[in-house]
């Protein structure tokens, strides 16, 4: 008889589903891989058949090229659409189930079984909610294997309406110029303008040519995300009052240079640490993560309560202590390729 859950095994690359030979958000090119979402820490181009959300799989699509043809049409890699509560057998007789992580769009936690065992491989999650993605499930299991990026005490993230007051305030106090936030081009930007939208702020919001396309993506996925311009279409007095979204690296590059003296401000739960936002010369820090905070990531896995958690990446140490101390089972794993986004 096998050894319990012998059928997954952590590799340094990826979460390896033994019986069905496929991976899950691997870091290099594999014959069958299960992504959990589109950010390019968990998502990449190459393999020979990716299972995945429509909305994660068209994201892909977009940024990465995945639906490749060869000279006769003949298409490289092959997409297997999985919609959020359906569940796929894959070879050696393992279920797999996709579930909402609350993360971005598309994103999805993935529940493995096989041979009376389950698994939940959550990827990146939130529990805060979000206008722009579908909210986290807990789902009960035996092993739950958890990020842990913000897996420190510090690390508590206010409430989004808060941060977007700030950013509207600095908008309202400053009427010559603009606000230039810097947000992570996927999922980031989208959740900060439907904020915006959601707080009755109905104007014009501008944007750096990197982001329209996903921003659009958004839209033809029912993401609501009002009138949206480019700045490369837009005069510099059109821009006064105005509030500007652009890639995090784009806050201090000549491209600013254009904007109408602008008050620089950057969404990242990474601006809860203010030497990070010294360092980015950020002026209006805003608190805003799509990751789970420390209370999250313990409330969830209170609340899960597996047998046993598995920590893929991020604050690891944090994380293992509190569960030695409440007596619950834990591992940190080491995989590679796992990065602290601009989140």
């Excluded at 009960?140 to 897996?151: K, M, S």
């Excluded at 947000?183 to 959601?198: C, M, N, P, T």
């Excluded at 789970?292 to 899960?304: K, M």
């Amino acid at each position: 008889m096998a050894a319990p859950f012998s059928w997954i095994r952590p590799e340094p690359w990826g979460i390896h589903i033994v019986p069905a030979d496929a991976w899950v958000d691997p870091s290099r090119p594999v014959p069958r891989a299960l992504v959990t979402h589109g950010h390019a820490d968990h998502a990449r181009g190459g393999h020979g058949e990716t299972i995945a959300t429509p909305a994660t799989l068209a994201i892909m699509e977009l940024r990465y090229r995945t639906g490749a043809s060869d000279d006769s049409g003949t298409v490289l890699h092959k997409a297997v659409p999985v919609e959020y509560g359906e569940t796929i057998r894959l070879p050696g007789g393992v279920d797999a189930t996709y579930i909402p992580a609350g993360h971005v769009l598309g994103s999805a936690q993935i529940l493995l079984e096989h041979g009376g065992e389950c698994v939940v491989i959550t990827g990146d999650y939130k529990r805060a909610p979000d206008p722009t993605c579908a909210p986290f499930e807990v789902t009960p299991c035996d092993i739950f294997i958890t990020e842990a990026t913000f897996g420190l005490p510090v690390f508590t993230h206010p409430p989004i309406g808060e941060e977007i007051g700030k950013l509207l305030d600095a908008r309202a106090d400053n009427p010559e110029a603009c606000v230039l936030v810097g947000a992570y081009a996927l999922g980031k930007a989208q959740r900060v303008i439907a904020e915006l939208r959601a707080a009755g702020h109905t104007d014009t919001i501008f944007l750096h040519g990197a982001m329209e396309a996903m921003c659009r993506l958004y839209e033809d996925h029912g993401v609501a995300l009002g009138d949206l311009r480019l700045v490369a279409d837009a005069t510099k007095d059109a821009m006064r009052g105005a509030i500007i979204v652009a890639p995090p690296s784009a806050l201090n590059d000549r491209w600013s240079r254009r904007l109408p003296d602008p008050i620089t401000a950057m969404a990242s739960g990474w601006m809860r640490v203010r030497g990070r936002a010294r360092q980015r010369g950020v002026e209006l820090p805003l608190v805003i993560s799509d990751h789970a905070d420390w209370g999250e990531l313990t409330r969830t896995i209170a609340q899960v309560n597996p047998q046993e958690t598995w920590i893929t990446h991020g604050r690891e140490e944090a994380l293992l202590r509190w569960c030695a101390l409440s007596q619950r089972r834990a591992r940190a794993l080491a995989l590679v390729g796992y990065e602290d986004e601009d989140d």
